[in-house]
């Protein structure tokens, strides 16, 4: 599929011009490419990260191919890729969407609201990583290209493809603050949200990090972490070549039983699991939790080169605080262990505040054809920013650090 570039579709185009065109299948594009432009593209942004295990090839064709994206899922891959003289400028993921589940930037109110109005919300555009509330970049702009020449081309191709399409509207969520201001320039509505990291301050251990908090916090994580093994449990860190398809059978029995009871159909399969342990098995972290020879729980976390990025979780006993053990302090653990300078533990849940983990803003951004739809919207995120940067600010303030003692973190 072929879109607008500035020498128009079906035209034979100067030397120099830039074209966009539109891919259906990542694997249509070289995967080192794709990487090269992914990992320009976090330098571009400023980012504190320097390879986002989210963006990568691999990541993105093993969702494609294991049928997790794609056919009647609701997300169809429409990647646009710009070019000059057959050289890569820059990538977007895309996908067109018939729903607005799995993207955890929630906009099922604008939908209700246009289509009560008379309009049609879906299909849409979505730039983004499926199923996945982590920041990283979503313009992949080539090493050595302009940032701002790159980005615009990009968004004329996606603006291109929404008029041909018939999409409401385009969405970029969770991209890096330097992304959102160049869309912004570009004549896209930001938007703000809030998540919950944990920044290591140089922490040489875990007692380390608990010796930076208020007394009562840290005895009450003492406990939590001990009460957590209290029935005989052990937890083992799995990755690289140890990962085996037993694991990931344990790990998906976990997986389903949690995304059952919380929202009806998970969105991963079992195959997808596979494909990333072949694919980048460096870059995945298998927390499990063992009983009297059995795993009855386990954490999945993805690894970047400064981050540890904790994903889903899942259990099949109910043990007390053996989620926050699973999911939260040994993600830390590992952090510490390997010298990483964060942990992101997903999305929402301000539970996270009092085990170390602070308010961190994140950003999207949206580009609305209806023009009564667009001011709707545009005083609505206008209110909703105050109220989250508001929110941000007083969350702070209850961090469990010791006065003084807070990591700011080096975002």
Known sequence: METTGEAGCGATPAAGTLQVRVVQRISEIAAADWDRCALSAESLAGAAESHNPFVTHAFLSSLEDSGCVGGRTGWLPLHVAAERDGQVVGYAPCYLKSHSQGEYVFDHGWADAFERAGGRYYPKLQV?????????????????????????????????LRRQVEASSIHATFLPEAEAERAGELGFLRRVDQQFHWDNAGYATFDDFLGALASRKRKAIKRERRDALSAGITVEWVTGSDLTEAHWDAFYRFYMDTGSRKWGRPYLNRRFFSLIGERMPERILLVMARREGQYVAGAINLIGDRALYGRNWGCIEDHPFLHFEVCYYQAIDFAIARGLARVEAGAQGEHKLARGYRPVITHSVHDIADSSLRAAIADYLAREARHVEAAADALDEATPFRKGEASQGDD
């Not at 983004?128 to 020449?149: I, K």
């Open 128 to 160: 983004s990583v499926p199923f996945t509330p982590v920041t990283g970049p979503r313009f992949l702009v080539a090493p050595g290209e302009d940032p701002q020449e790159a980005t615009a081309a990009l968004v004329a191709g996606l603006r291109a």
